[in-house]
C-alpha cells in the first residue's frame, strides 16, 4: 500500500495543467478508479507518450497528412487531388481505402529475399522511428527530460537511414540494391550539415535540453540563425526522401528504390514512414528554431497551450516541406550530393560562425 501511494504522489505532483476542465476533475475522488485512471492519464510523461507528441498527434499525422499533402499539391497544380472515396467530403478517406487496402493484400516474399529479415524490417523500422518523440517536449509536456535530448534525438535520427538500407539489403534485388546505394550517398550528403546546423543552435542557446531552449527563444532562432534553420530545413527534406529529394526511389526510373520487392503491410508500414520521418523532423526544427510552444497564453488550456502551439508550429514546417514536390521537380543522384556536399556543407560552416559571434557578442 505504501509503494502505491509513492507511485500515487509522483504521479500527482507532475499533472498537466487544464483549467478548463478542473470543475470536472473536483468530481473525481467520488469514484477512486476513474480518478487514478485520469490521474495517469494527465501524467506529463505519459501525456507525451499517448496523446502528444506522442501517439494521437503522430497517428492523427500519419493518418491525414498524406491527403492534405495530395490536396495542397492538387491545388496548387491545378488538379484536383483525391476525390473518387467520398467525393462529397473531398476523397478524405482516401487513406482509410488506401490502409484497408494494404491490409488484405497479400505480402509477397521473393524466393531471393533474406526472409526473416525482409519480414522483420519494415515492422522494427516503424518502431524505432517512434523513440525520438519520447525526447521532443510539447510546450511543457515531455515524457523523458534530459540535458542530452538533442544528442539522444539527432544519434536516433541518424539511425533511420541504416533501417532503410537494411530494407534494401533484405530484399536481395538488383533494383533495390541500386535504389539502397543511392539511399547511402544521399545520407552521407546531407547527415554533416543537418548535424552542425543543429549544433550551431545548441552553441547559441548554450544548452541542448529542448525545454530551456525553448524558454531562451526570446527572439526565434529562425531570425538569431537563419542560416542554420535553412540548411536544417533542407536536410530535413533530404532526410525524407520527398520531392525534389526522391532520389532514392526515383519512381520513373527504380520504382520504390529499396523497397521495390514489399508490398502488402509491410509496403504500407514503409509508405508512412516518410510521414513519420517528417512529423519528427519538424517537431525538431519547431524546438530549434521556431521556440517550441511558447506563445501567447490560451485562457482554459493552461499547459496544453503549450501544446497548441507546438502543433501548429509542427504542421506549419510539415506543410512547408510537403509543398517542396510542387515547386521543384526531382534533382538526379549527382545533384543532390554537390548540393550537400558544397553548398549546404559551406552554409552549415557559416551557421555555426553565426553563432559563435552571437555568443561572443553578449558575453561581452
Not at 495542397?72 to 482509410?96: D, F, K, N, S, T
Not at 536516433?156 to 547511402?184: D, H, K, M, Q
Not at 526510373?253 to 512529423?279: D, M, N, Q, R, T
Request: charged share 10%; proline share 6%.
Amino acid at each position: 500500500m505504501e509503494v502505491i501511494n509513492t507511485l500515487m504522489e509522483t504521479v500527482m505532483s507532475n499533472q498537466v495543467s487544464i483549467p478548463l476542465i478542473e470543475p470536472m476533475l473536483d468530481l473525481l475522488p467520488e469514484i477512486p478508479m476513474l480518478q487514478y485512471m485520469v490521474a495517469f492519464m494527465l501524467w506529463k510523461p505519459l501525456f507525451a507518450i499517448l496523446i502528444c507528441p506522442g501517439l494521437t498527434v503522430g497517428g492523427i499525422t500519419l493518418l491525414f497528412f498524406p491527403w492534405i499533402e495530395r490536396k495542397l499539391c492538387g491545388r496548387a497544380q491545378w488538379r484536383v487531388g483525391p476525390h473518387e472515396i467520398v467525393w462529397w467530403l473531398g476523397g478524405v478517406i482516401q487513406i482509410l481505402a488506401d490502409t484497408l487496402r494494404f491490409l488484405f493484400q497479400e505480402v509477397i516474399v521473393h524466393k531471393d529475399a533474406h526472409r526473416p529479415y525482409f519480414l522483420q524490417f519494415p515492422f522494427l523500422s516503424f518502431m524505432i522511428f517512434l523513440l525520438p518523440l519520447l525526447f521532443i517536449p510539447a510546450g511543457t509536456i515531455v515524457a523523458i527530460q534530459t540535458p542530452y535530448a538533442i544528442q539522444i534525438i539527432l544519434a536516433l535520427v541518424c539511425l533511420f537511414p541504416l533501417f532503410i538500407l537494411g530494407l534494401g539489403w533484405a530484399s536481395n534485388s538488383r533494383f533495390a540494391y541500386i535504389g539502397t546505394v543511392r539511399e547511402a550517398f544521399v545520407y552521407f550528403a546531407y547527415e554533416i550539415p543537418f548535424i552542425i546546423a543543429a549544433i550551431a543552435m545548441i552553441i547559441l542557446y548554450g544548452t541542448s535540453d529542448p525545454l530551456l531552449m525553448a524558454s531562451r527563444q526570446s527572439i526565434p532562432g529562425i531570425i538569431l540563425n537563419p542560416i542554420a534553420a535553412l540548411v536544417f530545413f533542407i536536410g530535413a527534406a533530404m532526410a525524407t526522401s520527398r520531392m525534389p529529394f526522391e532520389i532514392a526511389e526515383s519512381d520513373q526510373e527504380l520504382c520504390a528504390g529499396p523497397h521495390v520487392e514489399y508490398s502488402g503491410i509491410a509496403f504500407g508500414l514503409i509508405y508512412v514512414l516518410c510521414y513519420e520521418k517528417a512529423y519528427i523532423l519538424s517537431a525538431l526544427m519547431t524546438i530549434l528554431f521556431l521556440g517550441g510552444g511558447s506563445g501567447p497564453a490560451i485562457a482554459g488550456l493552461g499547459d496544453l497551450s503549450g501544446v497548441f502551439w507546438f502543433v501548429v508550429k509542427t504542421y506549419l514546417v510539415l506543410t512547408t516541406l510537403f509543398m517542396l514536390r510542387t515547386v521543384y521537380p526531382r534533382y538526379r543522384l549527382d545533384q543532390g550530393l554537390k548540393l550537400g556536399w558544397s553548398p549546404m556543407l559551406c552554409l552549415a560552416l557559416i551557421g555555426l560562425a553565426i553563432s559563435l559571434v552571437v555568443v561572443a557578442v553578449r558575453v561581452i
